[in-house]
């Protein structure tokens, strides 16, 4: 019997990254690590790309995610400036957006053998997995989701990534949780900004928010109806369609340099990594599962 083509045993896959195209270099996250008192062993790293690694570390009592931002240099360019700043940026919006509900709690900073990380940021873990596109979720999933958009806008914060289904955790107990706070637009705030006060900006950004929360409802649906496609397309803010036309091109041009470096094979879809990220694991897992349960083509009436 062949295999699948989901199957990750039958997908050709690159070779290791380099260390220039890793967070932490030739490192992984540390084996061990210190926060609030408490020695955390590592469990499972869910994510390593160029700009931060995440991973799942564990106690007797209970689970926390670490990510460490950025430190390895980019050839001759130092690097770990941004890494350090990504971190306090990231703490300081889990902070201010704590009241909201439904995100991870900031815990304390993350000691490496008793010496403070300042690119790393800790939070709590949150059981559960990522939404898949056509998922059947609890009637109160999506309002709470949308309750939680308008949170973030009123405190003047734009999540901007609320596109990739992998930052919005279906928690266990099936509410909604953002996880991902790496590229939010958060208004700047002092006396030398309401000089210009580029409220523009940031509306852009909440409108575009709004827009991906209206393609997860309407791609939660069972059977969405092409008419649906068509409105979502109608409501596609301009910075969306500009995004999107020179992003593909860009995303075109990464992904032939990574299969030309040989990170990745074929069409440079990041499944084919050697170690891709646990939300696409768990996709292929997911992609996998629909198959096994779906008759083959030449089965189907």
Same mark, same amino acid.
Request: glycine share 8%; proline share 9%; charged share 30%.
């Given at each position: 019997?062949?295999?699948?083509?989901?199957?990750?045993? @039958?997908?050709?896959?690159?070779?290791?990254?380099?260390?220039?195209?890793?967070?932490?270099?030739?490192?992984?996250?540390?084996?061990?690590?210190?926060?609030?008192?408490?020695?955390?062993?590592?469990?499972?790293?869910?994510?390593?790309?160029?700009?931060?690694? =995440?991973?799942?570390?564990?106690?007797?009592?209970?689970?926390?995610?670490?990510?460490?931002?950025?430190?390895?240099?980019?050839?001759?360019?130092?690097?770990?400036?941004?890494?350090?700043?990504?971190?306090?940026?990231?703490?300081?919006?889990? =902070?201010?957006?704590?009241?909201?509900?439904? $995100?991870?709690? $900031?815990?304390?900073?993350?000691?490496?053998?008793?010496?403070?990380?300042?690119?790393?940021?800790?939070?709590?873990?949150?059981?559960?997995?990522?939404?898949?596109?056509?998922?059947?979720?609890?009637?109160?999933?999506?309002?709470?989701?949308?309750?939680?958009?308008?949170?973030?806008?009123?405190?003047?914060? @734009?999540?901007?990534? $609320?596109?990739?289904?992998?930052?919005?955790?279906?928690?266990?107990? @099936?509410?909604?949780?953002?996880?991902?706070?790496?590229?939010?637009?958060?208004?700047?705030?002092?006396?030398?900004?309401?000089?210009?006060?580029?409220?523009?900006?940031?509306?852009?950004?909440?409108?575009?928010?709004?827009?991906?929360?209206?393609?997860?409802?309407?791609?939660?649906?069972?059977?969405?109806?092409?008419?649906?496609? =068509?409105?979502?397309?109608?409501?596609?803010?301009?910075?969306?369609?500009?995004?999107?036309?020179?992003?593909?091109?860009?995303?075109?041009?990464?992904?032939?340099?990574?299969?030309?470096?040989?990170?990745?094979?074929?069409?440079? $879809?990041?499944? =084919?990594?050697?170690?891709?990220?646990?939300?696409?694991?768990?996709?292929?897992?997911?992609?996998?599962?629909?198959?096994?349960?779906?008759? @083959?083509?030449?089965?189907?009436?």
């Amino acid at each position: 019997m062949s295999q699948r083509p989901t199957d990750p045993a @039958a997908t050709p896959l690159g070779k290791p990254r380099p260390a220039v195209f890793r967070a932490l270099g030739k490192s992984d996250p540390p084996s061990q690590v210190e926060v609030d008192g408490d020695m955390y062993d590592l469990e499972v790293i869910l994510k390593h790309d160029s700009w931060a690694a =995440t991973a799942i570390y564990k106690s007797t009592e209970r689970r926390i995610v670490c990510k460490f931002n950025r430190k390895q240099w980019f050839f001759i360019i130092p690097l770990g400036w941004v890494g350090r700043w990504l971190g306090r940026r990231e703490a300081r919006l889990l =902070t201010e957006l704590a009241p909201i509900g439904n $995100l991870p709690l $900031l815990l304390g900073p993350v000691k490496i053998e008793g010496k403070v990380a300042p690119n790393a940021v800790a939070r709590t873990f949150i059981p559960g997995h990522p939404l898949r596109w056509g998922e059947l979720l609890d009637d109160a999933f999506l309002p709470r989701l949308k309750s939680m958009i308008e949170g973030m806008h009123a405190r003047g914060v @734009a999540y901007v990534d $609320l596109h990739k289904p992998e930052n919005i955790i279906v928690g266990d107990d @099936a509410q909604p949780y953002l996880i991902d706070f790496q590229i939010s637009y958060r208004q700047p705030r002092g006396w030398w900004w309401r000089l210009f006060r580029p409220l523009w900006f940031l509306r852009i950004l909440q409108q575009c928010d709004r827009y991906h929360l209206q393609k997860h409802v309407i791609r939660s649906r069972p059977n969405p109806l092409p008419e649906d496609e =068509t409105e979502l397309d109608r409501l596609r803010p301009w910075p969306i369609r500009v995004a999107r036309f020179f992003g593909n091109r860009i995303r075109g041009c990464r992904r032939k340099l990574l299969v030309l470096l040989g990170i990745r094979r074929g069409k440079g $879809l990041s499944r =084919t990594e050697s170690d891709p990220e646990d939300a696409v694991k768990r996709s292929m897992s997911h992609e996998g599962e629909t198959q096994e349960s779906t008759p @083959a083509a030449g089965e189907r009436h």
